[in-house]
Nanobody, 116 residues
Framework: QVQLVESGGGLVQDGGSLRLACAVS????????MAWYRQAPGKQRDLVAA???????TYADSVKGRFTVSRDNAKNTIYLQMNSLKTEDTAVYFC??????????WGQGTQVTVSS
């Protein structure tokens, strides 16, 4: 069974940076297009950034130019470098495949809190 374990969240001031990591096990990671999502309190889970198996990336408009998604296929891990953080980036961040009819179970996520 696929397991997704996110890490790297924390409390940071407005304008600060964090780097999130997502370790993927139990699947052929190299063939998956992967993505980062976030869910703020009382809101739906939104896709933030995606990376194809070949390394092509796309971003939500709200994070474009501030966030960078990358992957290390040898380590079965994807990353999200977040710079110039804003209070509105506060959310629980999750990784998973890009939206599919059937997706692996969601992990616990990692909390990112940006203070003003």
């Amino acid at each position: 069974q696929v397991q997704l374990v996110e890490s790297g969240g924390g409390l940071v001031q407005d304008g600060g940076s964090l780097r999130l990591a997502c370790a993927v096990s139990g699947s052929n990671f190299r063939i998956n297009d992967m993505a980062w999502y976030r869910q703020a309190p009382g809101k739906q889970r939104d896709l933030v950034a995606a990376i194809t198996r070949g390394g092509m990336t796309t971003y939500a408009d709200s994070v474009k130019g501030r966030f960078t998604v990358s992957r290390d296929n040898a380590k079965n891990t994807i990353y999200l470098q977040m710079n110039s953080l804003k209070t509105e980036d506060t959310a629980v961040y999750f990784c998973n495949t890009v939206p599919l009819f059937q997706m692996p179970p969601w992990g616990q996520g990692t909390q990112v809190t940006v203070s003003s």
